[in-house]
């Protein structure tokens, strides 16, 4: 009889435990519910932005964060004058300090093509630092022209800015980009001059490697003295396109672009903890849009 009880109470004791074992796996299942439900809760949403075309990676580990049309080839518009700067800074034995006189030939292209400006005048002697700030601040197509002269190769200014599209075109293919292409040396170009938004930004966090050009591009304005034709002086006073510097906390750069074809452009890249989160918008619809668009990317960026 006591065997009797012991076996009936040892199957009571296992079909309890076994209730236990089934209540307690049912309680990890609704926790593990609950916490993924709570994840999803929590999950940084994707924003909408106006531009055709998106991307942002973090900039130290390369991961990409967020994607729209990033491999479409597009026009890139002053964006491009990224590559024009990257390739100056890469020259060896590059003096920054060297003087390069403003041509006439500078002046006469921006007038032809209404494009944005420096203001360079012609007979000043302008360092190439200067000219980076001329290029990358107000956009100047004439100190990209001038850039171009100076670091082209050839005994004809045609052949020299020529030799220095091809170089930024090697640049491109160095990095492994596939849907880059420059034929020009300021973005306005003449049908094949096209890039992607991670192309762009694969272009800027490489120049971003460079002391100067992080100096340059976070730079809000700066007031530069120059040598006249006369052996005199004038200060040239230069400022940022980029509104998001000053508006946005953490940005450090990089360029604005434009055009008729390009729409409105902008790479982007900002740190904040630590972290730095790079990226571009191509083919936006206004100004005000691609900084929108911007910083709804950093703030996705940087929560990812």
């Known amino acids: 009889m006591g065997r009797a009880l012991g076996a009936f109470g040892a199957s009571t004791l296992n079909i309890r435990l076994s209730g236990i074992a089934v209540l307690v796996a049912g309680t990890v299942l609704t926790s593990g519910a609950l916490t993924t439900s709570a ?15 998106g991307f942002v990676m973090n900039n130290g580990t390369g991961k990409s964060l967020f994607t729209k049309a990033a491999d479409t080839r597009r026009s890139t518009g002053s964006t491009t004058k990224i590559m024009t700067a ?7 034995h590059l003096n920054l300090d060297a003087k390069v006189t403003v041509q006439k030939a500078y002046s006469d292209y921006i007038v032809k093509n209404n494009a944005s400006s420096a203001r360079l005048i012609v007979g000043d002697k302008v360092t190439v630092r200067q000219l980076l700030y001329g290029l990358m601040l107000p956009s100047g197509c004439d100190a990209a022209y001038a850039l171009a002269d100076k670091f082209g190769s050839g005994s004809t200014r045609s052949a020299r800015v020529k030799s ?15 849907n880059t292409h420059f034929d020009s040396f300021d973005g306005i170009g003449k049908g094949k001059n096209y890039s992607t938004p ?29 040598t006249t034709k006369s052996g005199g ?15 946005y906390s953490g940005t450090i750069g990089v360029k604005t672009g434009s055009g008729p074809e390009a729409g409105y452009c902008l ?30 990317l950093m703030d996705y960026g940087f929560k990812k």
Do not use: C, E, H
């Open 164 to 178: 220095f599209i091809g170089k930024m075109n090697k640049a491109a293919t160095s990095l492994g980009l596939k």
């Open 267 to 296: 790479v982007f890249a900002a740190t904040r903890g630590g972290r730095t989160v790079i990226g571009t918008v191509l083919k936006s619809t206004s100004v005000s849009a691609r900084t929108s668009d911007a910083k709804k």
């Open 86 to 92: 990257k390739v100056v800074l890469a020259q060896s």
């Open 233 to 247: 002086y004038r200060y040239m006073s230069w400022t940022n396109t980029n509104n998001l510097l000053g508006s």
């Open 39 to 53: 994840q999803a809760a929590t999950a940084p949403a994707v924003p909408k932005i106006a531009a055709a075309g």
């Open 198 to 226: 991670r192309d762009l930004t694969k272009i800027a966090s490489s120049a971003m490697k460079s002391a100067t050009f992080r100096s340059v591009v976070k730079t809000k304005s700066t007031k530069q003295k120059v």
